[in-house]
């Protein structure tokens, strides 16, 4: 059974780097069928798209976020982070690590839960002094 679980800070100042955490288990982020994505939700808002890595590590970004943004992994720990700099308040948003099954889809496409679909449970992220 694979699980994703997101970690990381509740609560971050304006103009600070937001960093998150997603350990994934029962499967390598290494398997090469699969990529590995954060994406948020602000609050009243939809879902809303951050980036994500490849089974290769190659890394892909939002055009709207991509100048704040970078994603990387550690192998040995099985685990991608996100750190999205210079937030403000409109970055307070429910963030998901995900993974989906390869090919990608295009920045217009929110993947579903479902078969070979997995979500982490979510982590809350405020923005304020």
């Known amino acids: 059974q694979v699980q994703l679980q997101e970690s990381g800070p509740g609560l971050v100042k304006p103009s600070q780097t937001l960093s998150l955490t997603c350990t994934v288990s029962g499967g390598s982020i290494t398997a090469n069928v699969y990529y590995w994505s954060w994406i948020r939700q602000p609050p009243g808002k939809g879902l809303e798209w951050i980036g994500f890595i490849g089974y290769s590590g190659s890394t892909y970004y939002s055009p709207s976020l991509k100048s704040r943004t970078s994603i990387s992994r550690d192998t040995s720990k099985n685990q991608f982070t996100l750190q999205l700099s210079s937030v403000t308040p409109e970055d307070t948003a429910v963030y998901y690590c995900?993974?989906?099954?390869?090919?990608?889809?295009?920045?217009?496409?929110?993947?579903?839960?479902?078969?070979?679909?997995?979500w982490g449970q979510g982590t809350q992220v405020t923005v304020s002094s």
């Open positions: 995900v993974r989906d099954t390869l090919p990608f889809r295009g920045w217009g496409y929110i993947p579903r839960r479902g078969p070979d679909v997995y």
